[in-house]
């Protein structure tokens, strides 16, 4: 998930099967069996906003029309709601330090919570106030992504599995396994959840994965190559994609990544 010197373009599925020709031909994949592949689901930019190139972003998310934004990097890390359209910051908490850096956050129940990544740490606070934790919980894996469906907080650890959390005791209910038709797909990252799916940036790619959120399938792929284009990359400041948020009154997602310049409003096509 974390620090990254550069972004990675090139990226790689996990394929595990049992074919013993597969043993001398890393070449022969064989099909995870039941699995269908992936859709290629194709996008439209709607508008370009500028963004924070300061902000490391870890989560975003729309809450009554307001963009949150959740950022790590330790000290500077922090929770902040931003006016998209202008990328000025408006107000801002930060709570990070030597040792605390933040991850991904997402709005249950009249609650934010936010992440953080190796600390075992959960941030609460109540809604309409960022300025101050209302009260922490604890979180055995390393936290990575969140989001929620309408009783669940979901929970990813930058393995292939997410978790479905109980939001008052941050005990895992449930667990599922994500896999497309060649295996299992980690480094699950920033999350969304979008009328029963999971959209997830997979860390140091350009891509963006559309999980069936009951069996935990990749249904769908979401290709951003080129989304930030090349004179807007500052060379060792500018990373990798991360950040989605679906904006329920447009039904369009707004994407970014760590120290990007811009956030870009697209429509997927589903």
Known sequence: MKINIGILIAFSFCSC??????????????PHIGIEAPVNLQFSVISQYAHDTSAYTQGLEFYNNTLYEGTGDFETSSLRITDFKTGNVTRKHLMGSNEIFGEGITFLNNK???????????????????????????????GWGLTHDSSNLIVSDGSSNIYFV?????????????????????MLNELEYVNGSIYANVYQTNLIVKINAESGHVIGRISLEGLLQEK????????????????EATKNF???????????????NQ
């Open 254 to 268: 707004l994407i970014t990544g760590k120290r990007w310049p811009k956030m870009f409003e697209i429509k997927i």
């Open 112 to 142: 934010i919570y936010q992440l953080t990544w190796q600390n075992h740490l959960v941030y609460v606070y109540d809604a309409k106030n960022i300025d101050k934790p209302i009260k922490t919980l604890n979180w055995p894996y390393e």
């Open 232 to 247: 807007d990359i500052v060379p060792n400041r500018t990373d990798v994609l991360n950040g989605i948020a679906y904006n």
């Open 17 to 30: 099967n049992s074919d013993k020709n597969s043993d001398h031909d890393p070449d022969i994949v064989v």
């Open 166 to 186: 109980e939001p008052e005791t941050f005990k895992v209910k449930n667990t599922i396994s994500v896999k497309d038709d060649q295996g299992p797909v980690g």
